[in-house]
């Protein structure tokens, strides 16, 4: 196939949100999906903010969940913005053939060890398109959920072709590891510091 990813297999740092949120991003994917957008079940809901060269250990995934708790305080994360609008290299899918679609997400940055590639404007729960898709999405119409959660996770995923190759058909499948929960932003001693005395 003309145009057929190298790789067929991608590793990611993602976003997982509360599991309060999954029936409002599975209703949307499913109407995703009725809209007809075959890739609308081929990316799972969360939100991929790097990718990366291998998984991350829990030596990095730890810190780096306080580090992002720490970052957005006390505040919510908040989606509800579609991607429709976004300019294409920021929703481009590594190897550049498809795209993501999904709901905006505000968040901070965050540096990754082994960064391959992170998404300045991340967002979540996306679809994967294929180029002759994006009209479609885009005149399907379907309003977002608007999304806040509090409770997240960090984790690793990685995303493979079932047949060997990136195809229209979207026979993908993921593997999700350990999930490394955000601190309790209502107890404040992981912001603390050991300060020496004397």
Avoid at 23 to 38: I, M, V
Avoid at 39 to 61: C, D, I, K, N, Q
Avoid at 128 to 139: G, S
Wanted: glycine fraction near 8%.
């Amino acid at each position: 196939m003309e145009g057929m990813m190298m790789h067929t297999r991608f590793f990611f740092a993602v976003l997982v949100p509360h599991r309060d949120c999954l029936p409002a991003l599975r209703a949307y994917r499913r109407s995703l999906f009725t809209a007809g957008l075959a890739g609308a079940h081929s990316f799972p809901l969360v939100s991929p903010l790097a990718l990366v060269e291998r998984p991350l250990g829990p030596v990095e995934l730890k810190p780096a969940a306080a580090e992002l708790r720490a970052a957005m305080e006390d505040k919510k994360f908040c989606a509800g913005e579609s991607l429709e609008n976004m300019a294409e290299e920021a929703a481009a899918f590594p190897g550049g053939l498809f795209r993501f679609f999904g709901l905006r997400l505000e968040l901070p940055f965050l540096p990754f060890p082994a960064l391959l590639k992170n998404w300045e404007k991340p967002f979540l729960a996306p679809a994967i398109l294929a180029p002759e898709e994006k009209a479609a999405a885009e005149a399907a119409g379907i309003s977002p959920p608007a999304l806040s959660f509090r409770a997240a996770a960090l984790a690793n995923l990685c995303l493979e072709s079932a047949g060997g190759g990136f195809d229209p058909a979207y026979s993908f499948t993921w593997n999700r590891g350990p999930l490394f929960w955000l601190p309790n932003p209502r107890k404040k001693r992981f912001l603390q510091q050991e300060t020496p005395h004397g």
